[in-house]
């Protein structure tokens, strides 16, 4: 009886923690719901036409294969301080042609998930290809064409 008293609290505090009144009081790890995430679908190097510069082709496009138009594209390099801006065309693509050295790739659009790429290396007299499949946000962000109409 004594030895029953004694294990009492730490019986009842096992139990406490085995009822299904847990599941109620708090975020359960299979029900947050997973972020969504941009695809790299390729990086490749071949040889380019100009010896003095690297040249960086990038393709966007949404899980939808829809081209990715109005994209912002980001190529910034450190040392020396400089930062190279273009938009995604009709067809998801822009061209940078740049000098060699190592950049950091920032690609951003309103509804989309935002890719960075850190230390890419571009060397001189090479071009690259960067294929990427962009994720859409979620829950979606209202285009500005349909938040114009509701005015």
Not at 56 to 72: K, P, R, Y
Not at 94 to 111: A, E, M, N
Request: aromatic share 8%.
């Amino acid at each position: 009886m004594v030895i029953a008293m004694i294990y009492k609290p730490i019986i009842f505090f096992c139990l406490l923690l085995l009822s299904p009144a847990g599941a109620y009081c708090g975020v359960r790890p299979d029900s947050v719901p997973v972020p969504p995430q941009n695809r790299l679908l390729g990086f490749t190097e071949t040889n380019g036409d100009d010896p003095n510069k690297a040249i960086l082709n990038v393709f966007l496009h949404d899980d939808l294969d829809e081209s990715v138009l109005g994209a912002t594209v980001l190529l910034q390099r450190k040392a020396p301080s400089q930062v190279h801006g273009r938009i995604s065309q009709w067809d998801g693509r822009c061209l940078f042609k740049v000098s060699p050295g190592k950049y950091d790739l920032r690609i951003q659009l309103t509804g989309m998930v935002t890719y960075e790429q850190q230390n890419i290396e571009l060397f001189s007299g090479k071009q690259y290809q960067l294929e990427l499949e962009m994720a859409r946000m979620k829950p979606p962000v209202p285009s500005a064409k349909s938040q114009a109409g509701k005015n």
